[in-house]
């Protein structure tokens, strides 16, 4: 079971990237799968969120209008459009899924995380 990022860079600023997140060894359905990121020296912060079921989203709002997160369920996959990058952008990119069962039981996968590096 895991969720392994890829399409991570080097970017100038305003340039774009998709990063993908593929799950293997359980089906994305019912998760909530998110992308994180962490700048050298800050905290984890959630970057955009979406529900496997419905489809509904919900984004930083350091990112809102330049960040998509979609989802294709048949390919197990996940995927964070960005465009309009800037160098406050650079991070490691981290994906996240996770269902809650009850109030005790939860299932919970991190990637290892994949590099963005927006130059100036």
């Known amino acids: 079971v895991q969720v392994v990022e890829s399409g991570g860079g080097l970017v100038q600023s305003g340039g774009s990237l998709r990063l993908s997140c593929a799950a293997s060894?359980?089906?994305?359905?019912?998760?909530?799968m998110s992308w994180y990121r962490q700048a050298p020296g800050k905290e984890r912060e959630l970057v955009a969120s979406?529900?496997?079921?419905?489809?509904?989203?919900n984004y930083a709002d350091s990112v809102k209008g330049r960040f998509t997160i979609s989802r294709d369920n048949a390919k197990n996959t996940v995927y964070l459009q960005m465009n309009s990058l800037k160098p406050e952008d650079t991070a490691v990119y981290y994906c996240n899924a996770r269902l809650t069962v009850t109030t005790l039981l939860e299932y919970d996968y991190w990637g290892q995380g994949t590099q963005v590096t927006v130059s100036s």
């Open positions: 060894g359980f089906t994305l359905k019912g998760y909530v």
């Open positions: 979406i529900r496997t079921v419905g489809g509904s989203t």
